[in-house]
């Protein structure tokens, strides 16, 4: 673990354009040891354009094991990554302050989001990931500076969140499958009630199915001052990954259509 005093991420590529990183190839960060803390993360690119990372398997980072920072035109397929159910801050891909951002044909399996995106982020597109045990597929947490489909936003935020499609996706044991959470609260104290909220509109949720470790597999928690509107919900089949179990959907002041099969069904949206 002195090893870790000075570097707070394992790898970090700053400020290149054009890098492959092209497997096969296994990277494991033997990250057990920093789980019950806030170590950082195992590969980091900062500010890189034209980035490709495929074929690889990552595992056992202490923290995130990808982060996309600052980064234009990056292709990210064909990874492996894995770490224990248990494991904390374990997020598979982080992408943050990035826009042309491809990831696809992945397999995650971590102890928080298999995907998350950050603020300041443009056109991320997401396809044929196997996402799951975790925390999902999530867009958040927003409105600051600095679980399957997952829209986050902590209170007093500010800004937008639109446009976001959640298309196509299969999933295994999520914790919290679909959700959009304007009520996050990140623990730094400040999660009082505000009557400002980051504007949430334009949210898709499409052929998505897989299974849910909670009851509520479809969480709409939308802020009672701003609202969320035009969220479609299409085709989504989420069952309980216990038989003889019903999952059932909970909304706060969303507005949007259900359409095409939808379980378990969502009676807010029309």
């Known amino acids: 673990m002195s090893s870790w005093n000075d570097n707070k991420s394992w790898m970090v590529f700053d400020s290149i354009n054009g890098l492959t990183i092209h497997g096969p190839g296994h990277v494991d960060g033997r990250g ?4 019950k803390c806030r170590m ?27 982060v996309i920072n600052g980064c234009d035109r990056v292709a990210i397929s064909h990874i492996h990554i894995t ?23 992945s397999i995650i399996a971590t102890g928080d989001d298999c995907i998350s995106v950050g603020d300041n ?15 999902g597929i999530s ?11 997952t829209v986050e936003t902590v209170h007093g935020g500010s800004g937008y969140a639109r446009d976001i499609r959640f298309e196509d996706i299969y999933f295994e044991s999520v914790d919290h499958p679909i959700i959009i959470d304007q009520y996050y609260c990140n623990g730094n104290g400040n999660c009082g009630n505000h009557t ?10 499409k052929g998505l199915r897989g299974t849910s470790t ?10 009672e001052t701003v609202g969320c509107t ?3 919900v299409e085709n989504v089949q989420v069952k309980h990954v216990e038989s003889g179990i019903d999952t059932i959907s909970n909304c706060i002041n969303a507005h949007g259509i259900s359409q095409g099969p939808v379980s378990p069904p969502v009676p807010c949206l029309s």
């Open 32 to 35: 057990s040891s920093w789980w």
């Open 196 to 205: 400002s909220a980051v504007k949430v509109s334009k949210v898709t949720f």
């Open 121 to 135: 982020s443009y056109y991320v597109f997401i396809s044929g990931i196997i996402c799951g045990p975790g925390h």
């Open 83 to 105: 770490a224990p159910e248990e494991s904390i801050n374990t997020d598979g891909i982080h992408v943050g302050n990035s826009k042309n951002v491809y990831i696809d044909h």
């Open 214 to 223: 909670q009851e509520v597999a479809i969480n709409l928690a939308c802020s």
């Open 40 to 66: 950082d993360h195992a590969v980091v690119a900062n500010n890189c354009n034209n980035l490709k990372i495929n074929g690889l398997h990552f595992e056992n980072s202490p923290m995130f094991h990808i």
């Open 139 to 149: 867009v958040g947490s927003l409105g600051e500076d600095k679980s399957l489909a």
């Open 230 to 232: 035009d969220i479609i």
